[in-house]
């Protein structure tokens, strides 16, 4: 992940969260892949809906944990929503038709990417969710990292 341009967004409610996801969404192209890691309970699945909704997509949307992808393809252009935390190596996401969906003619969003980083496209945007209890229970730390 050398040569990234970083972003940092503070987020104060998942209100916040699921709007500033939402315009990332509202932004992507076909092929992109985007990156989702944070602890449990941070935040992800708040922000998989915002970029969802940015995307145009109206369905109820859940983290796939035990299915590992969910397709979502009534929106704007498909999403492909990746769950990898339960992936024991990277040749169960290969069984999935991850490179496929990988630089296809949607988005992937891959939650807990950092499991299987030595399958992810060099172009890919990282998005970390730290909490910071301090600033407030429901405060997030957002950074974007970018390929130059």
Partial sequence: MSDMNSTMFESY???DTFEYAKKLGEMSKPGQVYCLSGDLGVGKTVFAQGFG????????MSSPTFTIV??????????YHFDVYRIGDVDELEETGFYEYAGGDGVCLIEWA????EVIPDN??????????????DYRK??????L
Avoid at 70 to 79: Q, V
Avoid at 124 to 134: G, P, R
């Fill in 13 to 15: 409610s998942r209100e």
């Fill in 53 to 60: 909704t940015g995307l145009g997509i109206d369905e109820p």
């Fill in 70 to 79: 969910h397709e979502y393809t009534e929106g704007r252009i498909p999403l």
């Fill in 114 to 117: 950092e499991l299987v980083e």
């Fill in 124 to 137: 890919a945007v990282w998005i970390t969710i730290e909490k910071d209890v301090e600033k407030g229970f």
């Fill in 142 to 147: 957002i950074l974007i990292k970018k390929p």
